[in-house]
């Protein structure tokens, strides 16, 4: 496997529901014009919406609209295809729901059965992905935590599943990051009692398998999810897998 590197980014602390959120992520991500292509990522919420409809997790202060959370972004020299979000059920799509779990601040929650991973806020608020789970025969479930996570990681497929796809030897060394990598733009990795689950937090160039059980048992997220996610956690995060 991957060997680990540096510590997650860390998310800022608030008072108050609405500065933590507000204070959550790194640098903006910017619009180029009224092209769909974002360059280096920073993420923010726009809490413009009123009454019960939660906004969603804008990637600029001043927009709420998926067309821009889920358009092209350039990452770390990699150019990250738009998502044609309108082809997929817009539940699955990154947003602010009050937190059903009652775990704490900062805890990752992956509820298999609903397809759905929820970052816990301060304040009672999560905010929530929709993820591609493992398909029958290959699923985790635990409490655990995220030990680490890797830019764009390396791929390596463990050797039972090369056994069952011979054509995967190629990659016994380990598959470079990149668009085809089936780890996609980040991974975060699962580790319990200290020792690493081979299970995987990750992101996925295959954006319309969201909402499946047709993984090798790891979580998937679309790749502009995880950039958002990665840019959200701390190193040794909790994670419930249920």
């Known amino acids: 496997m991957p060997a680990p590197?540096?510590?997650l980014?860390?998310?800022v602390d608030g008072l108050t529901r609405r500065a933590t959120l507000l204070g959550l992520g790194a640098t903006a991500l910017t619009a180029a014009g009224c092209s769909n292509t974002i360059d280096v990522p920073s993420l923010d919420l726009d809490y413009s919406s009123t009454g019960s409809v939660r906004p969603q997790i804008s990637i600029d202060a001043a927009v709420t609209r998926p067309e821009l959370m889920y358009a092209s972004l350039t990452d770390d020299g990699f150019q990250v295809p738009e998502v044609p979000f309108k082809k997929i059920d817009?539940?699955?799509r990154r947003q602010v729901v009050v937190?059903?779990?009652?775990?704490?601040?900062g805890t990752i929650v992956v509820r298999s059965q609903?397809?759905?991973?929820?970052?816990?806020q301060p304040g009672g608020d999560a905010i929530r992905y929709g993820v591609g789970i493992g398909k029958a025969g290959f699923e985790w479930s635990g409490?655990?935590?995220i030990q680490y996570g890797r830019k764009w990681p390396t791929w390596t497929p463990p050797r039972e599943m090369i056994a069952r796809k011979p054509e995967l030897e190629k990659w016994a060394g380990g598959q470079p990051g990149g668009l085809e990598n089936p780890l996609g733009a980040r991974a975060l990795y699962i580790f319990q009692n200290g020792q690493d689950t081979g299970y995987r937090v990750h992101g996925s160039p295959e954006w319309w398998s969201i909402g499946q059980a047709m993984s090798s048992g790891c979580v998937r997220l679309i790749n502009q999810d995880v950039i958002d996610l990665y840019s959200r956690v701390n190193g040794k995060t909790p994670i419930v897998v249920a």
């Open 9 to 11: 980014p860390s998310a």
């Open 114 to 120: 609903e397809r759905f991973l929820y970052l816990v």
């Open 5 to 7: 590197d540096a510590a």
């Open 90 to 92: 817009p539940k699955w």
């Open 99 to 105: 937190d059903p779990t009652g775990e704490a601040p």
């Open 143 to 145: 409490r655990a935590n």
